[in-house]
């Protein structure tokens, strides 16, 4: 595998197709292991690449094939994307697209269904679909298993709650399932500049703090559209639910968090934890590993994971921030078929089980439900897989970054206290409206909060 950041990608020859296959292999298995041409994979650079750069390596040492990685800053990896899919020819086979961006690919006509390239192609029925989105009905522009299969999942990241399980034991606090107790620990936790009872993200980015919201916003009972699912978009996030979720997240900062919680980004918030500073955090699960990872953390084995907390009568709702790879319509066709090849293996049990050993986050029922998920290590798993059943797809339309554009600045500026909550919703959701009645969506919005 050749990788290398921020774009400069080399190319390489294929070495030796692998040793010939008895024929009583299965075709799935058969298929992985012939000889394929190299692809090239745009991908970020996050806290979970590591895990899926190492799984590309397992996939290279068992067939033989050759994947380069191009690897990219967040907002770099979609800029490559837009580029290359509006090419002639493009420069990536397949893209991993974030949920922030993935419909505008869709939308757009850039990706080539993978049945479309191989209609003998099943998607592992221990796949989790995360809401569906990994397909796509282009006559009428919804995500439904009606639609094609438009996409593999590749990281199915969602926040969980992070937690110093050695303090709650030293202090006799139980798990908190709500806003009510979470508040309360933090607070009887708090003792700064030693130990913050929370620390949250604020600062401004492609999709950072209106990420980290996410769960605050759908578990107080709101949301960014009144239903999404049936097409209506008319704005409801400056309702009293939205006010309750943003002045609670305020209140948190000022009273048992960070003082500098504007301008933390995820970088921050996760050094707070690991260097003993954090008695909880809200991070996307991709970072657990660094958790127990001696070279970089204080708090070796002292992490505990939960479910995201709610108010009563609503369900933990974690906003998926998951990331999901397509293949591009505008490359070679057999740069296409080894793309399927490729996703052929990595959906399987074994590889899903291997490379959740290798730090990753399964998109498998199988892996979640194999033994390894009881050890110590992979604490994190059964959380995980509880709140998978919940997870919040939050856009479905590919205008989605000029709404994550809009939210990102008004919550920052309501963090840092520059505005209030009530005129960071007022003002974020008239501009959401404006973005939806320009692009011809059924949209309206509530009268301002006063």
Known sequence: MTSKPNGSTTRRAVLGAGAILPLAMSRSIAFAQAKQV?????????????????????????????????????????????????????????????????????????????????????LDKDVYTLGDTVYYDAAKKVMTPAGKLMSMPISPLIPLL????????????????????????????????????????????????????????YGFGGGIFKDQANADYTVTLNNEKGREALDYYIRLAKEAGHPKTAAFDQAEVIQQMVTGHAAH???????????DDPNKSAVVDKVEFAPTPHVVGVPSSPGLGHWLGGISKNVPDDRKRAAVEFFRWFQTPKAQIASAKMGAIPISAAAYNDPMSNERRYRWMKPM????????????????????????LGLNRAIAGEITSVAALNSMSDEIQAVMAKNGYKTGKLPPLK
Do not use: C
């Open 38 to 122: 190299p692809i090239t994979i745009v991908i970020n650079q996050s806290p979970w690449f590591n895990s899926f750069r190492q799984t590309v390596e397992h996939y290279e040492k068992e067939t033989g094939n050759k994947v380069n990685l191009d690897v990219n800053p967040f907002a770099g990896s979609l800029e490559k994307q837009r580029n290359s899919v509006r090419a002639s020819n493009g420069q990536y086979d397949i893209l991993i697209m974030n949920s922030g961006w993935f419909a505008e690919m869709y939308a757009g006509g850039f990706l080539e269904a993978i049945t479309d390239i191989d209609p003998a192609f099943k």
């Open 281 to 291: 955090i809200m991070m996307v699960i991709a970072a657990w590993s660094q958790m």
């Open 162 to 217: 992070y937690y110093r399980g050695d303090l709650y034991k030293q202090n006799g606090l139980k798990v908190p399932e709500t806003f009510t107790e979470l508040e309360a620990n933090a607070r009887k936790l708090n003792n700064p500049p030693k130990m913050y009872g929370i620390v949250q993200r604020g600062a401004r980015g492609p999709h950072t703090v209106a990420f980290d919201f996410y769960p605050y916003l």
């Open 385 to 408: 897989a509880e709140s998978l059943k919940h997870a919040v797809n939050i856009y479905q339309f590919p205008e989605a970054s000029e709404v994550i554009a809009i939210l990102e």
